[in-house]
């Protein structure tokens, strides 16, 4: 199946700018949707972000207007770019995409630590 990889953390003060890379190797070619997802210490995990392989997307509120969402299919890439970062964006971010192929199931990289602080 699908293997994805994520990359592009790390440390940022309160108003930088961070960009996320999702690599997705194996049978590509059944993924649809990718989306990003993200998961604080104690808090539950949210979706950030989607697109569709058409390019069409869909954001959190806490995020829309300062993240966006793109897609390389080409290079079977996703990104996320985070600007105006605040220290409530502070968590592990995860990307994801839902296997219709098969036995339904959700599929996970290993996460990327993001941490917004001064």
């Known amino acids: 199946q699908v293997q994805l990889v994520e990359s592009g953390g790390g440390l940022v003060q309160p108003g930088g700018s961070l960009r996320l890379s999702c690599a997705a190797s194996g049978s590509v070619f059944s993924i649809n949707t990718m989306d990003w997802y993200r998961q604080a210490p104690g808090k539950e995990r949210e979706m950030v972000a989607g697109i569709t392989s058409g390019g069409s997307t869909n954001y959190a509120d806490s995020v829309k207007g300062r993240f966006t969402i793109s897609r390389d299919n080409a290079k079977n890439t996703v990104y996320l770019q985070m600007n105006s970062l605040k220290p409530e964006d502070t968590a592990v971010y995860y990307c994801?995409?839902?296997?219709?192929?098969?036995?339904?199931?959700?599929?996970w990289g290993q996460g990327t630590q993001v941490t917004v602080s001064s």
């Open positions: 994801s995409y839902l296997k219709l192929t098969g036995y339904v199931s959700r599929v």
